[in-house]
């Protein structure tokens, strides 16, 4: 009841109902808050055929948080979760072509699925896949085939998993954001270039060659580093229980607690000369590279003795380190 806008939506036979139709405007302390989700009248919408999207569930659900953060770990590109939750006897979404891969997961009811070749939009053949999917069914269906879902005698709901790939047209467009350091590259247009068609064509000939020359001297590890740096340090930190560590593990860790992973979290450990770069998916952290023994027998275990960090820290300097590793949302204690 505490949903607000862009977090959900109401769609009907292929259109997205007006919000004013289906939320309020409610305040919290001295402030407006526009955009609530209005229940009453959102069950209205849903008995008269509308299907609410709750968009972004892993953002408010901790078991989707953690499928998709597994999802990631194991594929090494984002995801994203909604909810669709459809009426007996409705569409929700017309026919259309989602700009990632999915997977369709139901979960309760039944729906029937129609999905088509890429290039039969609007459909003018017959489906390619026609299926009806019970809880418990997965549907995949790749980048760019249309497809469209309703349901029959009762109530649906599925959830659908983007994978939000991340493509070559991104890395190279970090090697335009190098190119745009670049002075040549930087310099205006001639003047009256739209005047001169042919002229402009051999300028434009004659940087794309400046162009190509340029990109064979990038450095391909540079640009390797920035798009996996950048998937590294942009997942959202799930970090269900944290208070409690803050305020019970962390004044209480001693030399006999016992640490572990938090569910769900990243760890990538890379060493730059004398520095340890520690990459927790929503952060990175700077440390000196002589740590990197012990944080690799503190996240290569399920769980490990504080203790146990004897061969690499002093017992001051395991504290701290675990500490920090709490406090980070990395760690947490056992128990």
């Not at 302390?29 to 972004?56: C, E, H, K, W």
């Not at 078991?63 to 995801?79: I, S, V």
């Not at 299926?131 to 309703?150: M, N, Q, R, T, V």
């Not at 209480?252 to 979290?265: C, F, K, M, N």
Request: hydrophobic residues 40%; contains cysteine; glycine residues 6%.
């Amino acid at each position: 009841m505490s949903l607000r806008l862009p977090s959900f939506r109401l769609v009907k036979e292929g259109a997205t109902l007006p919000p004013s139709r289906y939320t309020k405007t409610a305040r919290t302390g001295s402030q407006s808050a526009p955009g609530m989700a209005d229940a009453a009248a959102i069950f209205r919408q849903f008995d008269d055929g509308a299907t609410i999207v709750l968009q972004g569930m892993h953002r408010f659900w901790l078991p989707l948080a953690l499928f998709c953060r597994d999802l990631e770990l194991a594929l090494g590109h984002p995801t994203q979760v909604n909810a669709y939750i459809t009426p007996p006897g409705s569409r929700g979404l017309a026919v259309h072509r989602d700009e990632h891969d999915v997977f369709v997961l139901q979960s309760h009811g039944t729906k029937r699925w129609q999905v088509y070749e890429p290039a039969d939009l609007p459909p003018a053949r017959d489906p390619v896949i026609e299926a009806e999917l019970a809880p418990g069914d997965c549907l995949y269906i790749p980048k760019g085939f249309p497809h469209a879902a309703s349901t029959q005698r009762a109530a649906s709901v599925h959830l659908t998993i983007g994978i939000l790939s991340t493509t070559w047209m991104a890395a190279l467009r970090e090697v335009v954001k190098l190119a745009e350091e670049e002075p040549a590259f930087s310099e205006p247009l001639p003047m009256r270039f739209a005047w001169d068609p042919e002229a402009f064509r051999t300028d434009v000939q004659d940087r794309l060659h400046d162009f190509g020359t340029w990109t064979g001297k990038v450095d391909p590890a540079d640009v390797a580093d920035r798009l996996s740096r950048r998937f590294l340090t942009t997942r959202q930190p799930l970090l269900a229980g944290h208070m409690r560590q803050l305020l019970e593990g962390v004044p209480e860790l001693s030399d006999d607690s016992r640490v572990r992973r938090r569910a769900g979290s990243m760890c990538v450990l890379r060493t730059a000369g004398d520095e340890l770069s520690v990459l927790l998916g929503d952060r990175e952290l700077r440390m000196p590279a002589w740590l990197r023994p012990a944080l690799e027998e503190i996240t290569g275990r399920e769980e490990v003795r504080v203790a146990a960090l004897e061969p690499y820290l002093d017992h001051d300097g395991r504290l701290v380190l675990v500490r920090r590793l709490i406090r980070e949302g990395l760690l947490e204690v056992a128990g």
